[in-house]
Each structure stands twice: as C-alpha cells, then as structure tokens.
C-alpha cells in the first residue's frame, strides 16, 4: 500500500513538505478555473488503492472549498483506498455557539461536510474553546499535533528572561504548555470583544516586570488581540513584547496593527505560509498523520 500526497492549488510547498517527511511521492494535480470563474480539476497521478493526502492550508476556505471535494470524489472514483485531509490549520472552529437568533453554527455545519467527504482529517491546535475535542463535531478520525514543544524550544533559543503571556482566557491552553516546556514564568490576561476589530484586553501584570514579555496566542486574525495585549505589558516589560501565533492568518490591517502597538518581533509557526513564519512544526503535523498511513 503507497501514500500519495496530492497539494490542493496554492498549496504545493505544503504538499513538498509533508511528501519529504512522509517519504511519499508527491501527486500532480492540474487546476484551472473556466472563464466564469468555475473550478477545473485533474488528479493527473495515479492514486489506484493509495492512502490519499489532500494537503490544503485553509486560510480563507470558502474558494478553496468545492476544489477540496472535486479532489477527494475524483480520489475515491479513481481507486484511492482512503481519503485524508492534512489541513494544518482548521478554519471555521470559532463560531462554536448560536449567539444570537439565526445564526449558523459554521463549525458544525463545516465539519459535517469535511467529515462526509474525507475518512480522517489531520491539523495543528485547532481553536478548541467551547467545544472540548474535534470528536464532538467530526465524525471522522481525527489527529491533532500541537505546536507546543517547538514554540517552547523557540523561546528558549531566541528570548532571555522570557514571560510567555496569554492575552487571553482562551489562549492558557497554549501559554500554559509553552511556559512549562520552556521553563519560564506564565501569566495569562483577560480580553472582553466589543466586535472583530475592537477588544479590550485587561488583567495583571505583576509578574511580567523585568522580563521580556513574549505573547502566544493560537490565531492572529485582525492582530488586534496581540496589540491591545502587547500595550498593556509594554509598560512593566523590560524589552518591547515578542508576539507569536500558532495560525497565520494575517487579515487586512493585521500588520498595520503589529507595527503600531510597537512589537518587537512577530514570529508564527508554518501552519500557513506568512513572511512571519519562524518556527517549523511540520515534523510534528506529519507524525500525527503517520497512524492513518499505517498499513492496516
Ligand atoms: C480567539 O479568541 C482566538 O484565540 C484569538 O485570540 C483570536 O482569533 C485573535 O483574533 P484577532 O487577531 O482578530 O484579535
């Protein structure tokens, strides 16, 4: 039985990567989009009886959405064995709840379709906030790796005197287990958001004096988050604050937002490709797939 790993358009170095560590061969896969727009895909490597890997970074999913099906159903009609999804980076985990009337519950609603279309799905520290495993949403096997060690090992060779600062509740999970593995103090901040660019973030900050604060959060989206955090800790830090996210996702004015509230240094982990990425998890991605490849 032979692994095949097939990149979805865009995400071809993603899909060199997995293939290096996986000693797997890289799949062809011809995209075009019609001139109105629709998407023409070709798997043009054989995938008869093979443990597929669709590897996608979902940053900004929707258009990438119906070429990840188009490329799963064109697998399985070609003999593929299984179809597994290695996406580093989970989209749509944030809207875990119905806050107010109406509103779609996109997580579920995404990973029903991910689960009727793949037989596993593989990612990094997914956004786990009010839902406490994947399991509870996905019915499908799914391996999460954790971005933990390798941001802690990070910190260790790059930081002196670190305080790793979670600018939020939902960040400790994270913050927490960088402190622990880098052997450095953790305080973790409170953050109320007013809207997708306005939080306000508050909380003690007794125990960052004298060290350089280094922020860990899972995602940078408007950046905001990291800025209102990195003001608050710029006043009893000895350096200017380091900033390091799990998920790249860099939204307008998300640089902008960095530059301005004075950060040092921003640095994220390769779970989408950014000019910030400083720490390589992937090792650590494709060993939690490794199960799913395993002949069986
Ligand atoms: C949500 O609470 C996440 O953990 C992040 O804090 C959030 O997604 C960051 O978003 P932004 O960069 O837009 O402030």
């Avoid at 596993?120 to 996905?138: F, G, K, M, Q």
């Avoid at 941001?151 to 960040?171: F, K, L, M, T, Y």
């Avoid at 910030?276 to 797939?289: L, Q």
Wanted: glycine content about 8%.
């Amino acid at each position: 039985m032979t692994t095949i790993i097939l990149p979805a358009p865009g995400h071809e170095r993603l899909g060199r990567t997995l293939a290096q560590h996986l000693g797997a061969p890289l799949g062809r896969v011809e995209f075009r989009r019609f001139p109105d727009g629709e998407a023409y895909v070709r798997i043009a490597s054989p995938v008869q009886g093979a443990e597929v890997v669709i590897a996608a970074g979902l940053r900004d999913p929707d258009p990438q959405l119906p070429t990840l099906l188009f490329m799963a159903e064109a697998a399985r009609e070609m003999g593929a064995r299984h179809v597994g999804l290695a996406a580093p980076y989970l989209a749509y985990m944030r809207q875990d709840q119905r806050f107010r009337d109406g509103e779609a519950v996109t997580s579920r609603t995404f990973a029903s379709l991910v689960s009727r279309t793949f037989d596993w799905l593989c990612t990094v520290d997914p956004h786990l906030h009010r839902y406490a495993a994947l399991e509870e949403i996905y019915r499908i096997p799914t391996a999460i790796a954790h971005a933990a060690p390798d941001i802690a090992r990070w910190v260790r060779e790059n930081v002196r005197d670190a305080v790793v600062v979670g600018p939020d509740s939902e960040s400790e999970q994270w913050a927490a287990e960088v402190a622990r593995a880098a052997g450095v103090p953790c305080t973790v901040l409170e953050k109320v958001r007013h809207g997708d660019r306005d939080v306000r973030v508050a909380g003690e900050t007794r125990d960052i004096a004298g060290r350089t604060p280094v922020l860990i959060d899972d995602i940078i989206s408007s950046a905001r988050t990291m800025a209102e955090a990195a003001g608050l800790v710029r006043t009893v830090g000895t350096a200017a604050p380091v900033c390091v996210g799990i998920h790249a996702l860099f939204a307008e004015g998300a640089e902008g937002a960095l530059r301005e509230a004075g950060i040092a240094r921003v640095v994220t982990c390769n779970t989408l490709e950014h000019p910030t990425n400083g720490i390589d998890v992937s090792a650590a991605f494709a060993a939690a797939m490794r199960p799913f490849l395993r002949p069986g």
